[in-house]
């Protein structure tokens, strides 16, 4: 039995727990009160093309100095918050992580492994690319809407015994949450930075869908711009892709990758919908500041960064 903690008991955080706790595994959730009320009064509830799941009441707070001292020996912790919050939740958890923790930060965007190291150091980080939706529909009650690929779970570096990150990938494919090890974390990272970061902030800005955005000239030369670069920035920074340079990637992205999700609008235009913050800065803005740092110029990515700030900040008007 491995010991768990989910820091961020959203969409992503409540399925994962539910269905480790559901294998067996002490799971402890730390969430919105909202959620995590609904999580220790009356369980969790999964549904969708995972297959339908209940499991029982499970110890849920709001934050990780809530949790009793007898309870904080704590295995792994799976940070699931928004890229935003990735520094905050990681001090949080500072009094629960143990000589031997891990912590596996399964979020969006570029930073994040960088940021729980700094506090915690590589030898305890890892990193999950996650591509499955799931939606929240009530306290405790989420769908898995669609299934992309396997979870890729590594070490951002490669600098952590793969054995043991296969041994951690076991246990969460015997919980049913499809996983695999992988030593190219890196460009899983990027790829899945890629594809948001030429869609989600546009389509948000826009409110159209995917495949909107791909049939028209205007908007595919502003996708291939913000791209194109990526590639300059990343190659600049010695950053790791699958592809050798933005045209292969262009050819995947158009051809493979848009098309089966040519129908959805972004998340992101449901954060500005709401008035909520974005992860624009873990996106394009991550893209914006690697190329000041490496003097490569990334108009196109200021420029839609700059577009996402401004709407985010008419919530505040």
Request: aromatic share 8%; charged share 20%.
């Amino acid at each position: 039995m491995t010991r768990y903690l989910i820091f961020g008991a959203g969409a992503v955080g409540t399925l994962l727990g539910g269905l480790l706790a559901k294998a067996g595994n002490s799971v402890t959730f730390i969430g919105r009160k909202w959620n995590i009320e609904g999580i220790r009064q009356d369980g969790i509830r999964i549904s969708g093309i995972w297959g339908d799941h209940d499991i029982p009441p499970q110890p849920a707070y709001e934050a990780a100095g809530d949790i009793p001292t007898d309870q904080r020996e704590i295995d792994q912790i799976i940070i699931t918050v928004k890229a935003f919050d990735t520094e905050k939740a990681t001090q949080s958890c500072l009094p629960v992580i143990q000589d031997a923790s891990l912590v596996i930060s399964c979020q969006n965007g570029f930073g994040n492994n960088q940021i729980i190291a700094d506090r915690i150091g590589w030898r305890r980080t890892l990193g999950a690319r996650f591509i499955t939706g799931v939606e929240i529909t009530a306290p405790g009650v989420v769908q898995v809407t669609v299934h992309a690929d396997s979870v890729r779970l590594g070490h951002y570096r490669r600098e952590f015994p793969m054995e043991q990150i296969e041994s951690i990938a076991r246990t969460l494919r015997e919980a049913g949450i499809p996983t695999e090890a992988t030593d190219q974390l890196e460009q899983y990272v990027w790829a899945k930075i890629l594809y948001n970061a030429a869609l989600n902030p546009l389509g948000a800005l826009l409110g159209v869908t995917y495949g909107e955005l791909a049939d028209n000239q205007e908007t595919r030369s502003i996708m291939n711009r913000i791209i194109e670069e990526a590639f300059a920035v990343t190659g600049k920074c010695g950053i790791e892709q699958f592809w050798p340079d933005a045209d292969a990637y262009k050819d995947a992205f158009y051809n493979q990758m848009l098309p089966p999700t040519a129908a959805h609008f972004p998340s992101m235009l449901r954060d500005l919908e709401r008035g909520r913050q974005t992860e624009i800065n873990a996106l394009n803005g991550a893209i914006s500041q690697l190329g000041e740092k490496a003097n490569v110029s990334t108009s196109v990515n200021d420029t839609i960064a700059s577009l996402i700030h401004f709407r985010e900040k008419l919530r505040d008007t």
